[in-house]
């Protein structure tokens, strides 16, 4: 984790259990944020070198991605902005590296957000993807992202 970070990536919010936020009260939803921010915190705060400056924004995608408006509430109180991803491979449900490779590379455009989960076929997708959309494609961070677009509007 203090690579990643050191490596300049900011570290988002997705809670902390691998089930829908929407079937959480908002007062479970908010105690799930705060435990995966402190989580977090741990190693954000000790960004070192050339990218400890560059945490703009704290993200947050509620799991699943589905919320409902006092969802979103708690969101903003805690000072989060929601991060969804435009090109999902459906990877947590697909188990085919073949399969969710090519999709993502299929769909990836300028400006998408990619959603990949974290599952034992994960690497084999991205051994495979990576190399053609890092060819096609800058990757930058949601912050980077987030600028562009705020410049353009």
């Known amino acids: ?18 089930r829908p936020s929407i079937r959480d009260n908002l007062k479970t939803f908010e105690g799930k944020i705060k435990e995966c921010e402190n989580a ?11 990218h400890a400056h560059k945490m703009k924004s704290k993200w947050l995608r509620p799991a699943s991605g589905w919320f409902t408006s ?6 903003q109180k805690h000072g989060y902005r929601v991060c969804l991803g435009s090109v999902y491979p459906h990877d947590a449900q697909i188990k085919s590296e073949f399969i969710n490779s090519l999709y993502l590379k299929n769909r990836t455009k300028s400006g998408s957000i990619l959603l ?18 890092t060819s096609d494609f800058k990757f930058i961070s949601v912050d980077e992202l987030y600028d562009l677009h705020e410049s353009k509007s």
């Open 116 to 133: 990949v989960h974290d599952r034992p076929w994960t690497i084999g997708v991205l051994k495979e993807a990576l190399p053609d959309l």
């Open 40 to 50: 977090i915190m741990k190693y954000q705060i000790r960004g070192r070198g050339k």
């Open 70 to 75: 006092q969802m979103f509430h708690v969101i």
């Open 1 to 18: 984790m203090t690579r990643i970070v050191d490596e300049g990536h900011t570290l988002g919010n997705h809670l902390t259990e691998d």
